[in-house]
């Protein structure tokens, strides 16, 4: 089989090309605050401002890699709509009902069949 060189070295330096336009895109993405009923299930690098409406009494789950955290479920709004935030642990000690709050490189999933938002490991939340 021959292969050319010129072309071997053409398809590499169009991957790299992709590879840093998607990087840009992601960084694009994550700089971007969205509004909440914009926001659908898979979609990650999601900032969003709003106020905790309500905040459920936190109850403890157990980890699939072990141990136990505290989790409870939030409702944040905006002028655009409402949606359930997660928060874990420390995070729940730090908002209370009436706070508006921003979260920075969030993301979204169905889970039970109603959209949620989740801040994550990579994720931030700060009070307003």
Do not use: C, H
């Not at 994550?30 to 926001?39: G, H």
């Amino acid at each position: 089989m021959y292969l050319d060189k010129n072309l071997i070295k053409f398809k590499f330096d169009q991957l790299t090309l992709i590879r840093d336009v998607i990087f840009i895109l992601d960084e694009k993405q994550l700089d971007k605050e969205m509004k909440i009923t914009e926001l659908t299930p898979g979609i990650r690098g999601v900032s969003v401002e709003g106020k905790i409406e309500s905040i459920a009494e936190p109850r403890t789950v157990n980890l699939r890699a072990g141990g136990t955290a505290r989790v409870a479920d939030a409702v944040i709004t905006d002028d655009s709509g409402s949606i359930k935030l997660s928060l874990w642990d420390d995070q729940i000690d730090m908002v209370q009902e009436g706070d508006t709050v921003v979260i920075e490189n969030g993301y979204t999933q169905a889970f039970r069949g109603d959209n949620s938002l989740n801040i994550g490991r990579y994720g931030k939340l700060r009070k307003v």
